[in-house]
């Protein structure tokens, strides 16, 4: 009985506590932690250059690209106020080392593993020290190269001079026939920010608010046309400009229109039409302006007035393309 219980303790205690002095990995061998040591230096070593080289060319890749496009929104950005997005290249991490068999020695089993995870750890250093080092200078010269590009497009003609107030409402025209509208835009804006002084202006500054109708920004066209209206009270195109306008503002919902102290975008509509309405100059334009009149007094529950403005066009314009749409107003409020 006493055999049997000492030979159990043996097998349970005394056998696997010599297994564990025997094993490498676990016994603090000396030939493992050297071969560790050794391996991880190794390792370190060649993952840190690898580490530099890829890290140097993602920094030249990401500063140029990121520089590039900076430069390019300085130029564009009080244009047309556009927001860049930049494409962050991810470089996938190097392969990792193949493990040694396990039947390795104690050293060569450390070896590897120290070559392993000083490989890792190498080339994160290495990785990040090389975009560090490469990033900036690669940014600067991006930036110089899109600014210098946003200048070519918008500003400069071929022989590198200033484009002319002229010269930039041609380019602009030649967009608006190729339907480029944003192009198009751009060289309206040129204008009216370059050259205040020019006779060119106030219709850039409306043809601008079109551009971004066709471009489906509303409030942006709408305030291009106050401002043209504004700043150019006695250009010949005001009645088509306040038409416009007042065809954007009745569909917008914001109040305060544009710092103008309006209480909503149709008493600014109204404000429109109305000079349109009471004027002998523009006539053609009258049915419209009587009828968009008469939706915003309809929409603001002025029924009296909506119906007082389609009856003046069902009276008074009886071939206007907006005789039957009054017509149809009146018998549907009635």
């Known amino acids: 009985m006493k055999k049997t219980i000492i030979f159990t303790l043996l097998i349970l205690f005394v056998i696997p506590l010599l297994a ?17 040591k050794d391996g ?19 920094g030249e890749e990401k500063g140029q690209k990121k520089g590039f496009a900076d430069g390019k929104y300085k130029i564009y950005k009080p244009i ?15 392969d990792p080392i193949e493990r040694l068999n396990s039947e390795a020695s104690s050293y060569d089993k450390g070896f590897a ?6 490989y890792r750890e190498g080339n994160f250093k ?31 003609n071929s022989e590198g001079e200033l484009l002319t107030d002229i010269e930039q409402f041609e380019k602009a025209i030649d967009f608006v026939a190729e339907k480029k509208y944003s192009d198009a835009r751009n060289h309206f804006n040129i204008i009216i920010m370059n050259f205040p002084e020019s006779l060119l202006r106030s219709r850039a500054i409306y043809r601008a608010g079109y551009m971004q109708m066709f471009l489906e920004e509303n409030k ?9 209206i504004m700043d150019y009270p006695e250009a ?19 109040t305060d229109y544009f710092g103008f102290g309006i209480k909503t975008y149709r008493y600014k509509t109204l404000e429109l039409v109305g000079i349109i309405i009471n004027n002998e100059l ?16 309809e929409a603001m529950g002025y029924m009296i007035n909506a119906i007082e403005m389609y009856r003046k066009i069902v009276d008074e314009f009886p071939s206007s393309i907006f005789y039957e749409p009054a017509l149809n107003k009146l018998n549907t409020i009635r």
Request: charged share 25%; glycine share 12%.
């Open 20 to 36: 564990v002095g025997n094993d490498p990995l676990i016994s603090g061998n000396s030939d493992y932690e050297q071969g560790y």
């Open 40 to 58: 991880f230096k190794a390792g370190y070593d060649i993952g840190y250059e690898e580490g530099f080289s890829e890290g140097s060319i993602a």
């Open 80 to 94: 047309v106020r556009y927001d860049y997005e930049v494409n962050i290249i991810d470089y996938s991490d190097a």
């Open 113 to 118: 593993d120290g070559k392993r995870e000083g």
């Open 126 to 156: 290495g990785y990040r020290t090389g975009l560090d080092e490469a990033y900036q200078p690669a940014y600067d010269m991006g930036m110089k190269d899109g600014v210098d590009y946003a200048r070519k497009q918008l500003l400069l």
């Open 220 to 228: 942006i066209a709408a305030q291009a046309f106050i401002k043209c």
């Open 236 to 254: 010949p195109e005001k009645f088509t400009v306040m038409i416009a306008a007042a065809r954007l503002l009745k569909t917008l919902k914001t």
């Open 282 to 297: 523009g006539l053609e334009l009258v049915p419209e302006a009587c009828f968009i009149c008469g939706e915003c007094h």
